[in-house]
């Protein structure tokens, strides 16, 4: 069974068909950059076209850099504000003609993880976080997601810590990769101080370079890079819309 996962983020907004019993992209992404501004109608118009690229008529799974409840965005950190208050659930499915399941980006790259990554079967407290334009969490309590987390804008030393310890800020700041992971460290260890989970589990892009920073952590929790990588919005995404089925 194919479903069509869509990942929407600061910078770009990508698409796939899922096979939602392996996990697997079954055609090539279809990428296109987010628009600037980032406003409600804009984005719906280039999901829209993602989805007439793959000439799609079945459900579709979408993610959002934002809270989102019952479909409506409640924040906007990282993308247009006019998006808070917006039903963007009800707009996609307007836009595209297919019924629409809207969730929470590092949300859905959890679900990828548990279902097809490096927490596949983990029971206890798993913690995903995705270091990007912002930083996205997900926690799992014996394979059961606590919805819209936020705990990128936890506070340290007086500012968000996506503020801090995004990969967005590592390349503004230019940071070398010690003096990022001594941040990171540092908001790993105040996550840790709270919720002593068992994994941590580092998705996006920046994930994919584990090696170049996981070396000066000094935690206590085991921790691995995401298996889905780039993928994980887009596959989470598909498998949480299994249930418009
Ligand atoms: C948003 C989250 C999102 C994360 C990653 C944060 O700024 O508040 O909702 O999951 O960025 O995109």
Request: net charge neutral.
């Amino acid at each position: 069974m194919e479903i069509l996962g869509i990942d929407i983020g600061g910078s770009g907004i990508k698409g796939a068909p899922v096979n939602i019993e392996t996990g697997e992209l079954t055609s090539d992404r279809y990428r296109i950059p987010t628009p600037e501004p980032s406003v409600p109608e804009a984005v719906a118009d280039v999901v829209a076209k993602i989805t007439r690229h793959f000439e799609w008529t079945g459900p579709i799974g979408c993610t959002f850099p934002a809270v989102i409840k019952n479909g409506v965005a409640l924040t906007a950190a990282n993308v247009d504000n006019t998006w808070i208050g917006t039903n963007g659930q009800k707009l996609l499915r307007e836009k595209t003609g297919c019924p629409v399941l809207l969730l929470n980006d590092a949300d859905a790259a959890g679900f990828a993880e548990m279902k097809f990554g490096a927490s596949q079967d983990r029971t206890g407290v798993v913690i995903l976080l995705t270091l990007g334009t912002g930083i996205g969490s997900a926690i799992f309590v014996n394979g059961v997601l606590v919805p819209n987390t936020e705990f990128g804008h936890l506070d340290i030393r007086g500012k968000d810590a996506e503020n801090r310890a995004s990969d967005r800020i590592r390349k503004a700041e230019d940071l070398s990769w010690k003096e990022w992971a001594k941040r990171v460290n540092e908001y790993l260890q105040r996550m840790e101080a709270l919720f002593w989970p068992d994994l941590f589990i580092i998705g996006g892009g920046v994930s994919k370079k584990h090696e170049k920073f996981f070396r000066y952590f000094d935690i206590k929790t085991e921790i691995v890079p995401a298996k889905t990588l780039n993928e994980a919005g887009i596959i989470g995404a598909a498998l949480a819309a299994k249930m418009l089925l």
